[in-house]
């Protein structure tokens, strides 16, 4: 699987979670290329239909900035909801999935930290806060959302 980009953007004022976008290019040869198609339902925003096969996200990348930041340099396959909106947005991108795996970033890490705490007292558990954008970048560069498949 190659060239899988996927944007996904909490919207100030949005009940749920728009998908903007997916692009997902298929395995071998243009002669055997394989629709893809994501839900229109926020509440599937988080699994991509590859062919007859449900790619379903690792973990959740957070981007915590403003809808400014994100927008001159977020990663696409982040979701970004401004630390400051978390408890009232976030529900609608986990779909109340307390376990999920969550990884955390801003400019400095300290609007994660902010962020982090108001979604422990929220009751979810498995936080990470990547810090920074560069961080991030690396650890998205590492460990792919989606799970690789082989060719």
Known sequence: MNGLQNTLFVGMGLAGVIAVGVL???????SNATTTQISENPNQAYSVKHGEQTLKKKYLLLDVRSAKEYQANGFKEAVAIPYSEIADKIEAVTLGDKNMAIKIYCRSGNRARVAIKTLQ??????????????????????NPI??????
């Open 24 to 30: 997902l290019s298929a395995c071998g040869s243009k």
């Open 121 to 142: 007292k929220m009751g979810y558990n498995n936080l990470e806060n990547l810090r920074t954008v560069s961080k991030a970048g690396k650890y998205l560069q590492n």
């Open 146 to 151: 989606y799970p690789v498949q082989a060719s």
